[in-house]
């Protein structure tokens, strides 16, 4: 569907030259929109795909990570590209971006502002040596560091955690893990398939401290070593905090947006409580209509799909996003795809193959439908595995144990 010239708002301004809103504005201009289109990012880079960052980029395998979009085609789609650029405010009775001292006027506003890295709030967290991943710049600070016989601690064993020791490890740096939790990705896919995910670690030299906090950093202005409780120190020569991400939503809640569930509220249209506002990506806490509660994703392909999608109700369409989250990881010889929502701490696990030789599909089921599937070095049934999560229908194990 194209818009009208005459029905499209005459200024458009994207906060957050992320996936989310690079895809968004890059969509606009495909929908025929013709009006001002302004990209705002507090980074220097254009926009890009983060996965890269803690697969091929750490690894060693490219330099760069996939960008939305080259400088010529924002160029040549006359979009205003504001990079290295601090959106400071947001006036919803002026209905403007206050950006670097610079006042953007908009009709229709999106906000994609994405997450930053948790810290953590224990002694020696100012300390040099502790690194975070996110940026394409800390990929490539955390690669240099990643060296033959290097000790690498890793705070945190999710999916950042878990493909940054990966990548070192195949560097040739000794890998220490560290997490609170029993195994690693416990709060996504569960005791069990975490179990196989912490052998598939130790199997390629990872020395896996779970079920352990972290204390605190020493060191003399650089990390040296990391104190777990109630255990000797764990000597560093740099440390990746991995534990988690927090969406910027900070310029939202000073706007007076309405909030949920840790990010900006926003309906099944990705629209705020502000009619001229929407929001798309890690920040959107999302009315999703095909789950009972809000769904707020931090993953690749719910920022794209979100940007590309958002692009057409900013014109007027008043479309609902329904797309299911999915997201996928390389670790080693091992390579996944996640479909769905699952809550394995409740929902029930059929697993069908092996997980001992880590080949293997698991299905997280509620209610007698699949909840969340996963497969693991198994590629043949992605699209079954889809259609099973997004139809609901109810199913037997012994389907589900064949041959899809």
Request: net charge negative; with cysteine; proline share 5%.
């Amino acid at each position: 569907m194209t818009q009208s010239p005459t029905s499209q708002p005459s200024r458009i301004v994207i906060i957050g030259a992320s996936l989310a809103g690079g895809s968004a504005a890059i969509a606009l201009r495909d929908l025929g929109y013709q009006g001002e289109l302004t990209l705002i990012g507090e980074e220097s880079q254009l926009p890009y795909e983060r996965p890269p960052l803690s697969k091929a980029v750490l690894i060693g395998n490219t330099d760069e990570p996939d960008w939305v979009a080259d400088e010529a085609a924002y160029q040549d789609k006359d979009i205003s590209l504001k990079l290295g650029t601090t959106a400071t405010r947001i006036d919803r009775a002026r209905k403007l971006v206050v950006a670097s001292r610079t006042e953007y006027p908009y009709d229709k506003l999106l906000i994609a502002t994405g997450s930053g890295s948790r810290r953590l709030d224990l002694p020696g967290n100012d300390l040099d040596g502790l690194l975070t991943l996110r940026t394409l710049e800390e990929s490539l600070a955390l690669r240099e560091r990643f060296t033959e016989g290097a000790k690498i601690v890793i705070v945190g064993a999710g999916w950042i955690g878990c493909e940054a020791a990966s990548a070192a490890r195949q560097r040739g740096a000794n890998v220490t893990m560290i997490a609170p939790a029993s195994q690693p990705l416990l709060h996504v896919v569960g005791e069990q398939i975490g179990a196989s995910f912490a052998a598939l670690h130790r199997d390629h030299g990872v020395d896996l401290r779970l079920g352990i906090g972290v204390t605190g950093f020493a060191g003399d202005g650089t990390v040296s070593s990391v104190h777990i409780k109630g255990h000797a120190s764990v000597p560093a020569d740099i440390v990746l905090v991995a534990v988690g991400a927090a969406p910027n939503i900070a310029l939202a809640d000073v706007a007076g947006l309405e909030l949920a569930d840790g990010g900006i509220a926003v309906d099944p249209t990705l629209r705020s409580s502000d009619p001229d506002i929407y929001a798309a990506g890690d920040v959107a806490a999302h009315d999703h209509p095909k789950y009972p509660h809000r769904v707020r994703v931090e993953h690749w392909a719910n920022a794209k799909d979100q940007g590309n999608h958002v692009a057409r109700n900013l014109l007027g369409a008043e479309e609902p996003y329904v797309l299911r989250p999915f997201f996928f990881s390389d670790q080693y010889d091992l390579g996944c795809e996640y479909r769905g929502f699952a809550d394995p701490a409740k929902d029930r696990l059929v697993v069908r193959g092996d997980l001992n030789s880590r080949e293997f599909t698991a299905f997280w089921m509620r209610d007698g439908a699949v909840a969340a599937a996963m497969n693991v070095n198994q590629w043949d049934d992605g699209d079954a595995l889809q259609d099973l999560v997004d139809t609901g229908r109810r199913v037997h194990d012994q389907e589900l144990l064949a041959s899809l």
